[in-house]
């Protein structure tokens, strides 16, 4: 499933558009399904400033280990308590369950707004899995 009204990166990555220049981040669809159930999730820094494609955090699944990279600039303003580690009711399927929904995982304020543009449409993005 891909979501029309979200930007995507090439490595997997998606980011909706909030209001006040926020950008909310998580993993796709595609994504969730390569990685397989989501165990855990590191727990991230609210407040830090971020470049895009810097690491954002881990992702660990009952087959592998993956890294998060931000896909815009920004500073991290809110982090999902349900999917990060560190929270009582932390529940990392959500990922798996609901990645453009309740499965986010972080929102950034963007300091370049721009870096949006760079970003693939829901039909480019459907070519780039489709070719992998």
């Known amino acids: 499933m891909i979501d029309p009204q979200l930007k995507y990166t090439p490595e997997h990555e ?9 950008a909310e ?3 796709t669809d595609f994504a969730q399904e390569q990685l ?3 165990v855990f999730v590191d727990q991230l820094e609210e407040g830090k400033e971020v470049k895009k494609g810097d690491f954002l955090c881990t992702l660990e699944s009952i087959k592998t280990v993956s890294d998060m990279y931000a896909p815009v600039s920004g500073r991290i303003i809110a982090i999902n308590p349900a999917v990060c580690d560190g929270d009582p009711q932390f529940a990392p399927e959500l990922i798996n369950k609901a990645p453009y929904t309740e499965g986010w995982i972080a929102r950034l304020v ?3 707004p721009s870096q ?3 970003l ?7 070519k780039l899995i489709e070719a992998e």
């Open 14 to 22: 998606w980011v909706r558009l909030l209001e006040g220049g926020v």
């Open 25 to 27: 981040v998580g993993i």
């Open 36 to 38: 397989g159930e989501i």
């Open 110 to 112: 963007m300091s370049e």
């Open 116 to 118: 949006v543009d760079d």
């Open 120 to 126: 693939l449409d829901d039909s480019a993005y459907q």
